[in-house]
């Protein structure tokens, strides 16, 4: 055996006339002597009060002559620096962060150059309450508009926080992101209707919402909030005449018709609760028309000709209306008009109109993703402009008048393939020319939804935001199943699933919720899926809000166990009461707030005692001097009358 840089080698034994060869590699690692130690912090996790600061020491030292140090701190959570190449000198002290740290410390020797020691430790706090932002005590929104209210909520203990409003319907609350301690949300709902905002009887709606937020480890924070629907007068609507021709003999001779107008405060024309009026552009009125929107027109043959006509409707103001009305779009509360313009022919010898010029000629191909750019030129012989109508397989997609030109874009969108129609109508009310194009649609499938969810749509697509009320009540497996109103194979299926969630035998339990596109999508296969509509749950007979369970009853569901939804709001660090394992009102324990601390009386009590002190001394002083005055002239006058002679003459009253 012998040595090389302190590895041990064996000797090769050549014996005999055999010549023997070996090869190897040695691998010689020389290795840095200089070195680092932390003594502090240690890879532990150190436990901190709410409002204590992270300071742990910083003990450190290098088996070499460091003629420098520095340290670097960087937060595990959120992949972030917190401190980069900081002078200190060892034995001192160092601030960390909430969470996971990675320390890393650095010591320089002259002329050699950088020794790095890296720590990982954790610094961790008692579970704290999250904290909701401000939450107006009123938000207001307009009928046919939706709601979109931002709020936010900090938790100091760094964690992503569930979010919940009571009741649901038609609001609801959607979830945002999250910036360090702070989760944002907000308060959503789809478009709002005149049932959103009382109907008419009412004008407007209150909806008294608990708005709440909870933590990982089930804490809790909620607020109250009114949400105020209100009302508007919508406009009314009013279906478009077009052309329309009316002979001097024979078929169609009279023009006889009735607006077909409906609003959504007043009815249909048919109420007669409107006012309709007509304008005859460039002649007189050749007719009238009632408050039903009734028009009757018999021509004679000094009215041949081509009438533009104008008729308007309007309705009636709101009957009762909210206050702050001038919040919303309309401003006020007047009545609205609306009009359509058409034509009149008034002929003895009707043509129809024509399709001049169409493009393209022919069938078309292409694919869901694509748009489809149609256009046509009409004309009608007897002067009488046409209308010209857009349909796809069937479906009236768009309605012109007055227009001889017009351009169609349509899109079939994604997940649709196949033949399919697209046709030109064009009509003077009674006559008519068409055009058809076979279109065939190669198919695309659907884009990713964007992160996040719902948002919307685009140009193209229009994806999903789902929204659901609340879970039912818990229904019984077994009871279900015996009444017939469940199959067997849901039978099987329910049991199942209960029993991996540990609900056995008669706890077993299902229940459903309904979930709505708030997007108004319509897309015939959902981009974004459908959230979960049913699910297992602990059966109880008669849930309540003292059952133990945390459970859905009375039209909505329990925030945490017998709290919050259809119970009394959860406790909270602000709802003024002592609870919670609080070790005051509303401070320590859960709670981020530490309780002040009792001080002894300072200087200004001590003085106001000694005031009060000297002040009844002084009383004292008074009423004994006052006694001893008193005193004295009751012996005074005592010593008078024993002066004064029996027989002298004087006869003493009684007062003296």
Known sequence: ?????????????????????????????????????????????????????????????????????????????????VYVDIPFSPNSSITAVIGGNLLTVS?????????????????????????LGYIPDDIYVCEGESLYHPFNATDIDNEVLSHDISPKNPFFTRYLTRVGIVNYFSIISGILDKADAGEVVNGFWVYEEVVSVVDGELDSDSALTNITVIGVNNPPNMVGLGAQTVWLAGENSSFDHQMDVSDVEDGVSSGGDFVFNLTFGGAANLFTIDNYGVM????????????????????????????????????????????????????????????????????????????????????????????????????????NENISFDNFTHVFGCGVSGLHYMKIITTDGVLSDFYTWNVSVSYVACPEPPSGGGGGGGAEYCFEDWVCDDWDVCHSVLSAFAVKSITQEDHLYWIEICNQNGYHGV????????????????N??????????????????????????????????????????????CPTCDDGVQNQGEFGVDCGGPCPYQCP??????????????????????LLIVLYRVIKIMRNREVVMKRRLQTIPVNSGYRLSRSS
């Open 1 to 81: 055996m012998f040595y090389f840089f302190n590895i041990s080698l064996s000797p090769v034994l050549l014996t005999g006339y055999a010549v023997a060869n070996d090869t190897g590699i040695v691998s010689i690692d020389v290795q840095d002597s200089r070195s680092v130690t932390i003594y502090s912090p240690l890879n532990q996790t150190y436990y901190f009060n709410v409002s204590d600061p992270y300071i742990l020491s910083l003990n450190v030292s290098a088996n070499f002559a460091a003629s420098s140090w520095k340290y670097s701190l960087y937060r595990l959570d959120n992949n972030s620096w």
């Open 107 to 131: 010591a320089f020797e002259a002329g050699v150059g950088w020794v790095n020691k890296t720590v990982i430790f954790t610094v961790s706090l008692p579970n704290n309450e999250p904290q």
């Open 296 to 399: 009757n027109y018999t021509p004679i043959a000094a009215e041949l000709g081509i009438y533009s006509i104008e008729v308007c409707v309007q309705d009636n103001p709101l009957p009762i209306y909210h206050e702050n009305i001038s919040l919303c779009s309309s401003g006020d509360n007047e009545s609205i008009s609306v009009c359509d313009n058409f034509t009149l022919t008034v002929t003895n010898v009707n043509r129809p109109p024509e399709i001049v010029d169409y493009f393209p000629n022919g069938s078309l191909f292409t694919s869901g993703a694509s748009a489809v750019f149609l256009n046509v030129t009409v004309s009608d012989p007897d002067g009488t402009i046409p209308d010209i109508d857009w349909y796809v397989d069937d479906v009236l997609i768009e309605h």
């Open 507 to 522: 706890l077993c339990g299902f229940q459903m919720k309904q979930c709505y596109d708030i997007n108004y999508c319509n």
């Open 524 to 569: 015939s296969v959902p981009i974004i899926p459908v959230p979960v509509e049913s699910q297992v749950c602990h059966y109880t007979s008669n849930p309540s809000c003292s059952d133990g369970i945390k459970n859905c009853h009375d039209g909505a569901c329990e925030l945490l166990v017998d709290c919050g939804g259809p119970c009394e709001i």
């Open 597 to 618: 601390v009792e001080t002894p009386m300072g200087i200004y009590g001590f003085i106001f005692v000694i005031l009060i002190i000297l002040l009844l001394i002084i």
